[in-house]
């Protein structure tokens, strides 16, 4: 007998018809004789909804508030979900993140989770009960209610099963497993059997929707097994563990691609000690996350300094960069938010040389200028034109082999 976490997203139980046929996959776990916690989403398009309703009262809703609002849609779904169970004759709780312990810190909107209790989720698993726990949400030091962010449910699946030393977390959702690009992008795309946690951890970071890399994070730093698999079919998905041998034979494991970054460069920058910290400080000061760094020397002692940053923060990190060239004495500010950061990702690259260049090579036969680059030891990114987005990712998906099974 194990114990399984599983975790259904918002299209799994979009409707009555998709709880029940949820309810029908955990009593055939739980016949199996496993124990069952059940992590539930929010009914796809809830919480856009309820967003949208508290910006009809006000453009800009006090966050407590709007995290109290948006914790009743996995309210709801939980609810339903144990109601369906015990109507079925089986034993099921719900419990709201509060109730499961789930304690976090007071950032409303995306706030962090500090620890899990779990107690209540242990005594109700003793008795042999289903436990339904609302994803999504916890509480502060304080009691208050708080939410996880966009693809929190995921982050609280994997951080229930490792308090829980759950045997494997099990993570429903409308796709059969990760793939090696976007099937919607690349035709050719295959699903991966098994991936790094690192690996899943690179292209979650560059544009892969299926995991939420703060889940992924939990799972490599408490050795969670994740098994990313789809609601509407047996068949097996992705498996996410731990690095082994057979992973390095692949070079490169999966292809992805973001158009959610924009790019921003000052010109004719003081080449000074300190100018740097001048730069990016009142950006860290404003919670705006820098990705990619270049600098360049223009001429004389200047330099200029090119850097990335999400796109909902374009304007405001625009707004920031110039405040900061007027006071180091740059000469300009020049803002692109029609860019894509295509990557390659694989373990393989540890051992294998010539990865970078055959990339750069493929990028230059499709006539793809490079605007940018950066590297990690399992990935290499290049910033391009967002018009070039998907010919960059099926070109590159075809040069590393990975359109062959």
Known sequence: MALIVQKYGGTSVANLERIQNVAKRVVKTYDQGHDVVVILSAMAGITDSLIEMAQEITRAPEKRELDVLLATGEQTTAALLAMTLNAMKYPAKSLLGFQAEVITDCTYGNARIMEIGARRIKELLEKRHIVVVAGFQGCDMEGNI???????????????????????????????GVYTADPNIVAKARKIDRISYDEMLEMASLGAKVLQIRSVEFAKKYAVPVHVRSSFSDEEGTMVVNEDKSMERLVVSGVTCSKNDARITLIKVPDQPGIAAKIFTPLADAGIIVDMIIQNRHSGKFNDLTFTVPKPDFEKAMELARKTAAEISAE??????????????????????????????????????????????????????????????RALHTAFGLDKA
Do not use: P, Q, W
Request: proline share 0%; glycine share 8%.
């Open 146 to 176: 708080t939410t996880l962010g966009r693809g929190g449910s995921d982050t609280s699946a994997v951080a229930i099963a490792a308090a829980l030393k759950a045997d494997s977390c099990e993570i429903y959702t409308d796709v059969n």
């Open 332 to 393: 300009d500010v020049l803002g692109d938010n029609g860019i894509a950061k295509v990557s390659v990702t694989g373990v393989g690259m540890k051992n294998h040389s010539g990865v970078a260049s055959h990339m750069f090579a493929t990028l230059a036969r499709e006539n793809i200028n490079i605007l940018m680059i950066s590297t990690s030891e399992i990935r290499i990114s290049c910033v391009i034109d967002a018009k070039y987005a998907e010919l960059a990712v």
